[in-house]
């Protein structure tokens, strides 16, 4: 068993804290974002037989921590002591974050050879033992995402043929591999109210001009309860929302694989969106971006198309980095592997790793608080007693 000297501790502080409204609301609601005044430097997640950590969330009305490691979903108190996890997962799930609203855990669930995309709905408030099966548990549902499909599957050479999972094709609309990156926030157009917001991955292609921006779907998740569907083997149903109530395009240039985690910064307004770096020469290849959120998404022209098109393009926040050439804006920093914002300038960044286990090589995953300072290239510094300035504040 792991050695957890400060767990007693820190068990009987996140009772009082609880106790006594320490874990203030930020409005409307039990489960509406909340401050956690005093956070560990550190969140163990374990060590698993699975695959490598994908992303993390946290409850901050129940003091609990979620991982996602790719076909199990973790979920520890702040301690890092396992408190129930969920398998079964044939499917890659991706980044989490926690809806504000009624503390319920989402995440990317994709399922490439069968040309399904799901976002999976966690009640975290029944996930209570270990192993518990996603299937057959009660704990997880499912919603078809038709917009990702639709462009997953676009026959862009005109051949009349998918050509697959695969990065050297001229197929998939702007590059889409599938989906990853999630998180709640405001509407991207300015309109008001709470939205989650899906990232599109993006295959890595050199050779093609039309997947050099990251693609942001946003939907008003309050009435999907109508398209929620129990998880069954494999993807298995196609409710869910016709079509997002927001598209959105953020010129970046290629990434390998989109968009691995993206967070919203309740502090300072804006997104982070932390990316395994591309290969373009002719982009600077950032692994983190800002997307400015004082600027409403504007109609403008969706860049490399084999056809001009038109969108909704948000900007990136002209602040870090700074790429003369192409005009991208951005940072040098991890947060490929989990990215949770505090929403008083300091944030949770995941690392990922592997222990052998009697020849079995295990993988690991760890929250490591850090605040923000803009600095450049690693915006992010150890946590300590300083003000943070917020993500680009």
């Known amino acids: 068993m792991r050695s957890r000297p400060h767990a007693r501790f820190l068990a009987l502080f996140l009772s009082a804290v609880v106790a006594s409204g320490l874990f203030v609301a930020g409005g409307g609601g039990a489960h509406a974002r909340a ?32 991982f996602s490691f790719t076909d199990l979903l973790v979920k520890t108190d702040l301690a890092g002591r396992p408190v129930g996890s969920v398998t079964g997962f044939t499917g890659h799930l991706g980044d989490l974050d926690v809806d504000p609203r009624d503390g319920r855990v989402y995440g990317s669930l994709e399922y490439k050879a069968a040309q399904a995309f799901y976002i999976a709905v966690f009640d975290g408030s029944r996930i209570t033992r270990m192993n518990m099966d996603a299937r057959t548990a009660g704990v997880v549902s499912t919603v078809h995402l038709r917009e990702v499909v639709r462009d997953y599957t676009a026959d862009m050479d005109g051949d009349g043929v ?11 609309r702007y590059g889409c591999s599938g989906i990853d ?69 953020v010129y970046t240039g290629n990434t390998r694989y989109g968009v691995q985690n993206l967070e919203y910064d309740g502090y300072s307004g804006n997104w982070l969106m932390a990316v395994y770096r591309g290969g373009k020469a002719a982009f600077p290849n950032y692994s983190l971006y800002v997307v400015d959120g004082s600027k409403p998404a504007r109609r403008g022209v969706v860049r490399g198309q084999p056809r001009p098109e038109t969108g909704r393009i948000v900007s990136l926040l002209p602040r870090g980095l700074h790429h003369g050439p192409s005009g991208v804006y951005g940072y ?30 295990l993988q690991t995953g760890r929250a490591v608080l850090r605040r923000w300072t803009g600095a450049t290239p690693d ?5 300590g007693a300083s003000t943070a300035s917020g993500a680009g504040r």
């Open 332 to 361: 040098e920093s991890g947060g490929q592997y989990g990215l949770v914002s505090l929403d008083d300038g300091r944030f949770y960044v995941a690392e990922a790793g592997t222990v052998d286990s009697g020849g079995t090589t």
């Open 379 to 383: 915006p992010f510094a150890e946590a």
């Open 35 to 66: 401050r956690v005044p005093s956070p560990p430097a550190s969140v163990d997640g374990g060590a698993w037989k699975s695959g490598h950590l994908q992303g993390t969330a946290i409850d901050r009305s129940t003091g609990h921590m979620y």
């Open 162 to 172: 998918f050509d697959g999972d695969t990065a050297g094709t001229a197929d998939h």
């Open 181 to 249: 990156g999630i998180a709640f926030g405001p509407d991207l157009e300015g309109r008001g109210g709470s939205r989650l917001t899906v990232a599109y991955g993006v295959y890595a292609n050199t050779a093609r001009t039309d997947n050099d921006h990251q693609v942001l779907l946003q939907y008003d998740v309050r009435d999907w309860a109508r398209y929620e569907r129990p998880l069954g083997e494999g993807a298995s149903h196609t409710s869910g929302p016709r079509s997002p109530d927001g598209k959105f395009f």
